[in-house]
């Protein structure tokens, strides 16, 4: 760990991390937002990122969605980086309040956080939109349960509906409980680090104006917004920063 942030990590007991795709992509998970994936999008499906994770989009295009989906948010082979075991560390050893997030990979569980708040919910639950059934990720990509087709709908093996995963999509509103969790622990910090995310990304980003604590540490390899409100800022990748 970084030492001048080990020095604020050892003064402190209430901290709290928030980070964004910067942490993911640590662990090989593009991006869908960089220019890389915009470009992908544009050029494959005809419609930008946005569009094809929108509700309208899945509504009226559910079969276009899932290929997309799967094919770009899925990674089932991803493992936890050197930023996601240092976190579970810290919760271990009693430091970690919580760790709030804006992936939706669950590598953070993976890693052996208990205290996750998912602002963008999660792929790992999945549920029937007619009867409410709950399913995991290895049943969505089960090609025996969307028609036979490796990129296909999903469908709810009780009664047909299909099984939307748990992420809040656009257009969609964030969980209130998740929100108010992570607003509570965010507000009673005494340190809240901020890592891989550029702050642009609402209201998520707005919940940093929520910190009253004594330190504000801001991990990211560019300028963000807050970055003149910070204690510390350190320019680089999250893993090596955080990690052994």
Do not use: W
Request: charged letters at 25%; proline letters at 5%.
């Amino acid at each position: 760990m970084d030492e001048r942030l080990k020095k604020i990590v050892d003064e402190c007991s209430r901290i709290v991390f928030f980070g964004g795709a910067g942490v993911s992509t640590e662990s090989n998970i593009p991006d869908f937002r960089s220019e890389k994936g915009l470009y992908a999008a544009r050029e494959v499906y005809g419609y930008p990122p946005e569009t094809l994770l929108s509700h309208s989009f899945f509504v009226g295009n559910t079969e276009l969605f899932f290929d997309y989906y799967k094919k770009n948010l899925v990674y089932r082979d991803a493992q936890p980086n050197k930023a996601h075991l240092a976190l579970a560390k810290l919760e271990k050893e009693g430091k970690l309040v919580s760790v709030v997030t804006q992936n939706i990979d669950g590598l953070h569980q993976k890693a052996g956080s208990t205290k996750v708040r998912e602002l963008h919910g999660t792929i790992m639950k999945n549920y029937c939109m007619d009867c409410h059934a709950g399913y995991d990720l290895d049943y969505v990509m089960d090609p025996a349960n969307c028609g036979g087709k490796e990129f296909g709908v999903p469908r709810c093996k009780k009664c047909g509906g299909i099984v939307k995963p748990d992420v809040v999509l656009y257009e969609e509103p964030l969980d209130y409980d998740t929100c108010e969790q992570a607003i509570a622990e965010i507000s009673s910090a005494d340190c809240l680090i901020i890592g891989g995310t550029s702050l642009a990304v609402y209201p998520a980003a707005g919940y940093v104006r929520e910190f009253r604590g004594k330190y504000l540490v801001l991990i990211n390899k560019t300028p963000t917004p807050f970055d003149k409100n910070a204690d510390l800022v350190i320019y680089d990748s999250i893993g090596k920063v955080l990690g052994d």
